[in-house]
């Protein structure tokens, strides 16, 4: 059977001095898969949009910023990762310039700066944790991994960089 993700994209917005990153804490809506939780920004592609485009305008939606740079760091291949197990396939960008001022909150929850190196202290998803350290290292090899998800649990990890 063809692999047929729901095609997705989730940012990381780096502050001037690369010393803080804007996550969106989950906090908003009680039906929220993602409920307390913090996150990237980003979303579902559009169907008439490359990655880029669509990362461009998820940041412009969540965070009210423009970006002017941004990084592929890596995909990840997540089945079984969707409220009803739906299949998700992201592209994982880093935002190192952007134009504007960052909203303080939007509808699904606050925005707010966070130290790079406290990350992983926040509450995450599980699966998280395994792939933010690539996201922030400094290989410039973009990672590619995936991540099967079963009953909301991460049952693995694994990645390759080329």
Known sequence: ?????????????????????????????????????????GGKLEPDEDVVAGMRREIRE?????????????TISWPGFGKQGEDWLGFVFVIDAFEGTPLTRNPEGTLEWIPVDAIMDLPMWEGDREFLP?????????????????????QSWRYSRI
């Open 62 to 74: 969540e965070a009210g910023v423009e970006c002017t740079s941004l990084q592929l760091r890596g």
């Open 1 to 41: 059977m063809p692999y047929t993700p729901i095609v997705a994209t989730l940012g990381y917005v780096l502050s001037s001095d690369r010393r803080q990153v804007l996550m969106i804490h989950r906090n908003a809506r009680a039906d929220d898969q993602h409920l307390g939780k913090y996150n990237g920004l």
């Open 134 to 154: 690539l996201v922030f290292d400094a290989d410039p090899r973009a990672f590619h991994g995936v991540m099967p998800y079963r009953n909301g649990r991460m």
